[in-house]
């Protein structure tokens, strides 16, 4: 099976920096995804990463640590319409399901 | 092409009638998911297809689910005898092949009442 964990929520202020961390353990691995949730609306993708290390795009960065089974999202310059829900998903080395962690509601301040 | 299509947006429907959900993918991917979630969750999966077949099935989807993509393009969702505890959003996302993620649709929520 597989167990994903990241923080129910975080708070941060407009123009700072937010990190949202992940782990998870499974018999498998096959990549790990990133996607942004908006109150009421669909799943979006933002990043994957299926090596370790830092992948950069723009104000969004994800790591990667497969021998930790530790991600991030690094969400930089945080602007209001950023306070979302982030999820963390894990593909197994078989297929192409993913699985969902519970997600990380984000709240941006003024 | 306009992304992933779900019909209704909204169902509200009495307990113990029967419910179908429609799914239209983007048209160029073979795979297609659905996936249940409830208000402050991640999404569970339920299902899968690749083409017309389905590989797949959760253990938490029961015997009233039932799911099928008969000419591998959309897919149906059939909830029969629901349950209040069956109200969630249900999404549906396709993918081409196993290298990309998902992209999802917008959702059809039921309420059972």
């Known amino acids: 099976g597989q167990n994903i964990d990241q923080p129910t929520e975080m708070t941060a202020t407009e123009g700072a920096i937010v990190q949202i961390n992940c782990t998870y353990q499974t018999s498998g691995f096959n990549g790990l995804f990133w996607y942004q949730q908006h109150a009421g609306e669909a799943p979006t993708f933002l990043s994957y990463?299926?090596?370790?290390g830092l992948e950069e795009k723009g104000r969004f960065s994800s790591f990667l640590s497969r021998s930790k089974g530790y991600s991030y999202l690094l969400l930089k310059e945080l602007q209001m319409k950023d306070s979302a829900s982030y999820l963390c998903?894990?593909?197994?080395?078989?297929?192409?399901?993913?699985?969902f962690g519970g997600g990380t509601r984000v709240l941006v301040k003024p | 092409d306009t992304g992933v299509s779900q019909n209704p947006r909204h169902k509200i429907t009495k307990r113990g009638q029967n419910v179908t959900f429609r799914c239209d993918p983007i048209?160029?991917?073979?795979?297609l998911y659905w996936y249940r979630q409830t208000l402050g969750q991640g999404p569970e999966f339920l299902t899968y297809f690749q083409n017309e077949a389905q590989l797949e099935k959760s253990r938490l989807l029961s015997d009233r689910f039932s799911a099928e993509r008969p000419k591998g393009s959309f897919s149906t969702l059939e909830i029969q005898r629901t349950e209040q505890g069956d109200s969630a959003m249900y999404l549906c996302?396709?993918?081409f092949g196993t290298g990309d993620g998902y992209t999802f649709g917008s959702g059809t929520r039921l309420t059972v009442v």
């Open positions: 048209s160029e991917h073979n795979r």
């Open positions: 990463n299926v090596l370790d």
């Open positions: 998903a894990v593909r197994k080395a078989a297929g192409n399901k993913l699985t």
């Open positions: 996302a396709s993918s």
